[in-house]
């Protein structure tokens, strides 16, 4: 079964440290993944775009990572600050016959805290 | 631009009644798409388009109707609401299918709550 699952559910740190968040996949044929941004209340926002070829890929503070062998990705926050309290969505898209599929992880919960 | 919007942002049904979620691109898309999101779960497709005059069922299409009529807009109609149907109602667009290095623009959601 194709899934997309994140970790962890939800994770607090302060101002001005970094961070990591975990995507696992087994979706399968991989076609992309991409990382958005959830703020409360309003629509995801695209922060990275990866394809199979590429292992790693910056968006200013965000970072995100891929390792296709293992089918593993991380996203990377550097210096946090109180606007990077959102959540945090992990998708995949696979190739198919007909067309692609897109499936979203659940994302993670990260506050910020001064 | 605009973007993607969305219309209404909240909206509370008694069971059985009928609405339409209304969703405009001004980005000259090709490809839209109706999402739900539910708490604890990622975003499920309901259905979506490739082109004006286009309809598919995505993952989650039961109770839902769409249509496109018009290549910025994209509506999501719900016949007889059930309480099932309560969640939060994302519609985006993208220039293709967003299989490879595309990305998908997403509305600022609707609310819908079914009693």
């Known amino acids: 079964k194709n899934q997309v699952e994140q970790s962890p559910q939800s994770l607090i740190i302060l101002e001005g440290k970094n961070c990591t968040l975990q995507c696992n996949y087994t979706v399968s044929p991989f076609s992309n993944l991409r990382w958005y941004k959830q703020d409360t209340g309003r629509g995801p926002v695209s922060l990275t775009i990866?394809?199979?070829?590429?292992n790693t890929k910056s968006n200013g503070r965000y970072t995100a990572t891929l390792d296709a062998d293992t089918k593993q990705s991380s996203l990377h926050i550097t210096a946090s600050q109180l606007s990077d309290s959102a959540s945090y969505i992990c998708?995949?898209?696979?190739?198919?016959?007909?067309?692609?599929?897109?499936?979203f992880g659940a994302g993670t919960r990260l506050f910020v805290k001064a | 631009n605009a973007g993607v919007t969305q219309t209404p942002k909240f909206r509370v049904l008694k069971t059985g009644q009928s609405m339409t979620l209304l969703c405009a691109q001004d980005?000259?898309?090709?490809?839209m798409y109706w999402y739900r999101q539910d708490p604890g779960m990622g975003l499920r497709l309901i259905h979506y388009?490739?082109?004006?005059?286009?309809?598919a069922k995505g993952e989650v299409p039961d109770g839902y109707n769409v249509s496109r009529l018009k290549k910025q807009n994209f509506l999501l109609g719900l016949e007889s609401a059930a309480p099932s149907q309560t969640s939060v109602y994302f519609c985006?667009?993208?220039?293709?299918?967003?299989?490879?290095?595309?990305?998908?623009?997403f509305g600022p959601g609707t609310r819908l709550t079914v009693t």
């Open positions: 998708v995949v898209s696979s190739r198919r016959t007909g067309g692609f599929k897109t499936i």
């Open positions: 985006a667009s993208s220039p293709d299918e967003g299989g490879w290095t595309t990305e998908q623009y």
């Open positions: 388009s490739v082109g004006e005059g286009t309809t």
């Open positions: 980005m000259n898309h090709e490809y």
């Open positions: 990866m394809t199979f070829s590429e």
